[in-house]
């Protein structure tokens, strides 16, 4: 059965959805499921439109915003934005944004693998939290990250080198977080899946392999976005 909890009235933000088949669609659905107002940001505001304009299909309030969140000024235009649509503040903040490649044997890597993996994976969710955090104090919101088994202890990194080290940082990052905003009531945790079961991991990897599901997914972004999981924060937790 999946989880059910009561956000009306709440105010979401989720970046790094843009394609149909990937984990973002499915926790975003799952939000407004459960009577959220979601807004959607993404790189590509094609995709990003179109995953909004499926949301708002179903009776959804859902906006999307296509902005490149390893820019600065454009992350500060889009949360003037959000501020608009979202007086009482931001109830959370799911970041999302995202992606992998394998950067071979250090010896012979690709220094622009490493700082795309770090960019899109590290930058993006650095930038968006420090945007966005003042409207997350004004709701006392909660902030998900999302890491990788890859970051976790023991975890095999053998030419992902530039991945696991991204996803490692996404980690500190909650942590630091976590610590400097308890005060203000903002809670940090992070999710550390193994593979997902998206249409870009099925079409690399197949069917074949033990996925976690992406409704497993948007179940735990939802627990953590609540305020069910008040007392905990500064926590990872591992998917798969």
Not at 18 to 23: I, M, Y
Not at 40 to 46: F, H, K, M, V, W
Not at 110 to 115: A, I, K, L
């Amino acid at each position: 059965m999946r989880l059910s909890l009561d956000f009306t009235g709440a105010n979401i933000v989720i970046t790094g959805v843009g394609r149909r088949g990937q984990v973002g669609e499915v926790v975003a659905r799952t939000f407004v499921d459960n009577g959220a107002t979601v807004v959607l940001i993404d790189r590509d505001p094609a995709h990003v439109s179109e995953r909004a304009n499926d949301l708002a299909a179903l009776g959804a309030s859902a906006h999307g915003m296509g902005v490149d969140l390893t820019d600065p000024p454009a992350v500060g235009a889009a949360v003037d934005r959000v501020a608009a649509l979202t007086p009482t503040g931001l109830h959370a903040l799911v970041n999302l944004a995202g992606g992998f490649a394998a950067s071979g044997p250090v010896a012979s890597s690709d220094p622009t693998v490493w700082h795309q993996q770090i960019g899109i994976n590290l930058t993006t969710a650095y930038i968006a939290t420090r945007a966005f955090l003042p409207l997350l104090r004004r709701a006392r919101g909660s902030i998900v990250f999302f890491a990788s088994a890859a970051a976790l202890p023991g975890a095999g990194v053998a030419e992902i080198s530039a991945y696991a080290a991204a996803k490692g940082g996404v980690l500190t990052l909650m942590r630091a977080v976590a610590a400097e905003e308890r005060d203000s009531g903002v809670r940090a945790n992070a999710l550390a899946p193994t593979s997902i079961r998206t249409a870009a991991n099925l079409t690399s990897m197949g069917d074949q392999m033990k996925y976690v599901e992406r409704e497993t997914v948007a179940d735990w972004t939802l627990w953590l976005a609540s305020p069910t999981s008040g007392p905990v924060s500064g926590q990872v937790i591992k998917l798969g």
